[in-house]
């Protein structure tokens, strides 16, 4: 996916709700370490335009 549609069509929807779900969640520390990783994928991503992306891997069993 491109790095454009990565940063529109995803993190940008997550950056607008990351405030409410952080303090819908404030005593849940299991969520708030979600929300940290996800702040620094985000951050990653904004700063390696065309260098990060997904592989998919699609895997066949062997007999």
Not at 3 to 31: G, K, Q, V
Not at 38 to 47: C, D, G, I
């Amino acid at each position: 996916m491109p790095h454009s549609a990565w940063m529109r069509d995803d993190y940008s929807p997550l950056r607008t709700r990351r405030p409410a779900c952080r303090a819908a969640h404030a005593d849940d520390p299991e969520a708030q370490a979600v929300a940290d990783m996800t702040e620094a994928e985000m951050e990653l991503m904004a700063n390696a335009d065309g260098v990060c992306g997904d592989v998919v891997h699609v895997l066949r069993r062997v007999d």
